[in-house]
């Protein structure tokens, strides 16, 4: 299978803060390749080096088949890219907005409608709208669909959910999965661990390293130990006491339940009696499957863990 | 080239999106020459005078009378009181005591040479000079007249040696016409110079510059795309204004209106060029706007409009060699005043290419399509 990207040994600071730290990966041509990692974790400053905007300090990147430093030209005739910011013109209505980005890549709308239109006639009732007027999710589909009006080989979308209501999010995932039947690779990132799932792979990103990169479902299965869920109408004595217990590895709130590992293979009767002592009655404590976020937090390491 | 004419085409669209702006930048122009062509003016109308006539004699109150009959003057008082008198200079309501001393009469009857003296309120030294020059010049003209009525032969030397002044390209020395085609310059100025600037600075503010950088835009053409809708405002405005002058003030045109435009859209060239320059190192509009103050201040004060570039110091000058206002003032009034040709103001018009040219390479350059 050949490659979309190719990095190898990635390194940029701005000033003395390392944004990334050695960092390589693949991305095989036509997949939906996640960058999944909290804020200041690095992404935007590596999609920045991928769209051409930035350089590296050291390492290099090939990109469908270019180096992204020396073929940059041609490039961005190649790439789409969606910044995380929304970066269209405000003052100007959807369909202005769509025309002059198509313009300015030497196409027309008309030419690369069918790869649009999914998602454009979401918005299409409202063409005559500017786009500063549009609401969040409206926003989006429309900066998606500026940024593939040239058909772009390479899709780069910096968090494109961020700040987008639910519905619209699992939406926009389902157009992703859509595009790649035109042969467009796409490359995204998110905060949010629960939209890994939906990527081919992903690479677990953190303070500029990339921790793991794996299929969603392996990274899952990378979780060493047992997981259990813990519940207890006092939940916050129950994460205290949880805590304070020897034989516990990890311990962090997960929704409306605790997350906890064990050093041990199974919590035996001293951990009841403790939580008894500390006045937990009502503890239930049930094995769980670990997700993106509990294998992130792994990762992470056990120390930082336990300051959640 | 149809990518330019794409971006040029965006470019109007969000200027004439603005409603505010795109009324603007037509009606500024006419509002700043209303204004600013009456307002700005070196005439004195009328100095207020204050008298005191201790001589009282027919040949003090001939002086007078002849001030009196000057449309430069308005006797405001005539006292006998030097303290009264000089209340009136500290208090700004008097610009000029004359004081004509007992004897003034007696003096010029008997031949010898009369005194008088003038205490001129020099707050203003620029008014105080014109007073004093009016003054002077009345005086001189009342002694003529007392030389001739006294002696018919010193009349005929006098007529053997007749003065007569003319001012040429401005015969009346209106301001009005001076001033003019400087405001015209200005105006064109601050509309490219500041409009051109923000635009750009403002696509870096709200994040859709890194939408552009990222299309294979080149850097020449989206900077010329900043460039051209703001050279044919800029134009259109001074034919605005040009407008304005000849109806309203009835100002004289004297050359060729194509070459006063060639000239104008050259040092539009220039402003843009510097304008966009400063806005690509700046990263927000207040910056942008600090710094184009600071150079705007600068360029205006020293182009020559208030002051004459002559009267500056040497090294002022030398400054002013790159200023393209400068350049533009002396164009403008050659042009509008003089009637000067291609030929005469060619050297200005070549030094002004060279600046615009350095100007808008130095944006090109600057304008990064990298973070």
Not at chain 1, 147 to 167: K, N, S
Not at chain 2, 297 to 305: C, K, P, Q, R, Y
Request: aromatic share 10%; with cysteine; proline share 4%.
């Amino acid at each position: 299978m050949s490659k979309s990207i190719e990095s190898t040994g990635i390194w940029k600071n701005f000033g003395d803060t390392q944004a990334l730290k050695d960092i390589s990966f693949d991305v095989n041509e036509g997949e939906i390749f996640g960058f999944i990692g909290p804020d200041g974790a690095g992404k935007t400053t590596l999609f920045r080096i991928i769209t051409t905007l930035l350089l590296p300090d050291r390492g290099s990147m090939t990109i469908l088949g270019l180096d992204s430093t020396k073929g940059f030209k041609k490039l961005r005739e190649n790439i789409g890219y969606m910044p995380g910011r929304f970066s269209l013109y405000l003052d100007l209505t959807v369909e202005e907005n769509l025309n002059f980005y198509a313009s300015v890549f030497g196409t027309r709308v008309e030419d690369n409608y069918e790869l649009i239109s999914d998602i454009y006639s979401h918005i299409e009732p409202f063409k005559k709208r500017l786009a500063g007027k549009l609401s969040g999710g409206m926003k989006q589909k429309l900066a998606l669909s500026c940024a593939l009006i040239h058909r772009p080989r390479l899709l780069v979308l910096d968090e494109p959910t961020t700040g987008v209501d639910a519905v619209s999010r699992t939406e926009f995932w389902e157009m992703l999965r859509k595009l790649r039947q035109h042969d467009i690779t796409i490359v995204v990132s998110t905060p949010y661990m629960d939209e890994a799932i939906r990527c081919d792979r992903v690479a677990l990103i953190q303070s500029g390293q990339i921790m793991t990169i794996d299929k969603p479902q392996n990274i899952r299965d990378g979780f060493s130990r047992k997981l259990f869920s813990a519940k207890a109408a006092d939940k916050y004595g129950l994460l205290i006491a949880l805590r304070e217990y020897p034989g516990t590895l990890s311990v962090y709130p997960f929704g409306d339940s605790i997350h906890v590992t064990f050093s041990e293979e199974k919590p035996d009767k001293a951990l009841t009696e403790f939580l008894l002592k500390n006045g937990i009655t009502d503890a239930v404590l049930n094995e769980t499957e670990a997700g993106i976020e509990d294998r992130f937090l792994e990762l992470m390491g056990k120390d930082e863990t336990r300051k959640l | 080239m149809r990518t330019i004419l794409y971006l040029i085409k965006k470019e109007f669209l969000q200027i004439f999106r603005d409603k505010f702006i795109g009324k603007a930048i037509f009606g500024i122009p006419i509002i700043q020459m209303l204004i600013l062509v009456p307002a700005i003016t070196f005439e004195i109308k009328s100095s207020e005078i204050c008298i005191i006539d201790n001589d009282r004699t027919s040949e003090s109150r001939g002086l007078i009378s002849k001030l009196d009959g000057s449309p430069f003057f308005r006797i405001l008082q005539s006292t006998s009181s030097e303290k009264e008198a000089n209340e009136l200079l500290y208090s700004d309501k008097a610009d000029i005591v004359l004081h004509i001393p007992s004897g003034f009469g007696k003096d010029l009857g008997t031949g010898r040479p009369a005194k008088i003296m003038a205490s001129v309120n020099a707050i203003n030294s620029m008014t105080a000079q014109l007073s004093w020059a009016y003054l002077s010049g009345v005086i001189r003209d009342y002694n003529l007249d007392i030389a001739i009525s006294g002696n018919p032969e010193a009349a005929n030397a006098m007529a053997a040696i007749g003065i007569t002044n003319r001012y040429w390209y401005n015969e009346m020395l209106n301001y009005k016409h001076y001033m003019l085609p400087g405001i015209l310059g200005i105006l064109v100025a601050a509309i490219g110079f500041v409009l051109a600037g923000l635009n750009m600075v403002k696509e870096k503010e709200v994040g859709t510059i890194e939408q552009i950088n990222v299309t294979p835009v080149r850097k020449y053409q989206f900077i010329t795309a900043k460039m051209v809708p703001f050279l044919v405002i800029g134009l259109i405005d001074l034919a605005i204004g040009l407008a304005v002058g000849k109806l309203v003030f009835d100002i004289p045109f004297e050359g060729s209106i194509l070459l006063l435009f060639l000239g104008s859209a050259i040092f539009l060239v220039a402003a843009l060029g510097l304008a966009l320059f400063v806005s690509t190192m700046s990263g927000t509009q207040q910056q942008f706007m600090f710094v184009a103050f600071f150079f705007m201040i600068i360029f205006i004060l020293m182009s020559g409009i208030f002051t004459p570039l002559e009267s500056m110091p040497v090294w002022a000058q030398k400054i002013d060699m790159a200023n393209p206002v400068a350049y533009l003032m002396r164009i403008n009034r050659m042009i509008m005043l003089k009637g000067s040709t291609l030929s005469d103001i060619r050297g200005d018009l070549f030094a002004l290419t060279a600046i615009a040219v350095i100007f808008t390479a130095l944006a090109i350059n600057r304008y990064r399509k990298t973070a």
